[in-house]
């Protein structure tokens, strides 16, 4: 994967973490309102769970645009060495 591609990856979330830090200090401040207004906090509530679901949609791109540049040896390798899930 280019250097570059990282770089922009490593930017976008940067920027994705601040716009969620954001949101989340703007529904603290919601929440500590006196009386606290139910339409304010629901509306800062879906920026928060937006904000979050870019941030997991990044994550998800950029391990399968890294995943897709692994050999299959590697791909291979790299399931060796997941942790194996616990027996039921």
């Known amino acids: ?4 591609e990282i770089l922009k ?3 976008r979330f940067m920027e994705l973490q601040w716009q969620l830090q ?4 703007n529904l603290v401040g919601l929440l500590k ?7 304010q906090v ?4 879906d920026k928060v769970l937006a904000a979050e679901r870019e941030v997991k949609r990044a994550q998800i791109v950029l ?3 890294l995943k897709n540049k692994l050999t299959p040896e ?10 194996q899930p616990a027996p039921r």
């Open 74 to 83: 590697q791909q291979a390798r790299l399931r060796q060495l997941r942790p």
């Open 22 to 25: 954001d949101a989340m200090d």
């Open 42 to 45: 629901t509306a800062q509530l």
């Open 9 to 11: 990856a490593q930017t």
């Open 63 to 65: 391990m399968v645009r």
């Open 1 to 4: 994967m280019p250097r570059a």
């Open 33 to 39: 309102q006196q009386p606290v207004d139910e339409t």
